[in-house]
């Protein structure tokens, strides 16, 4: 039993299913740059004084840590 409401899960699942493997995988890079700009928004919304190559910096430091965990 899922613990967490997922009321469009069904309509998420048939979507993808009823996609083209090209346009998976679009979306897949898609979703993987918004994660990306999403980061980058956080670095620089907790750090506004820093400068853009910290900003940079603590963007990699932030991404390594992320793709880690995940291996």
Do not use: W
Request: proline share 7%.
């Amino acid at each position: 039993m899922d613990p967490k409401p997922r009321p469009n899960r069904q309509l998420y699942l048939e979507t993808l299913r009823r996609m083209t493997p090209e346009q998976r995988l679009l979306k897949a890079f898609e979703l993987s740059e918004l994660s990306h700009e999403l980061l980058r928004a956080g670095v620089r919304q907790r750090f506004p004084d820093a400068s853009d190559e910290a900003l940079h910096r603590i963007y990699l430091e932030r991404l390594a840590r992320c793709q880690n965990r995940a291996s």
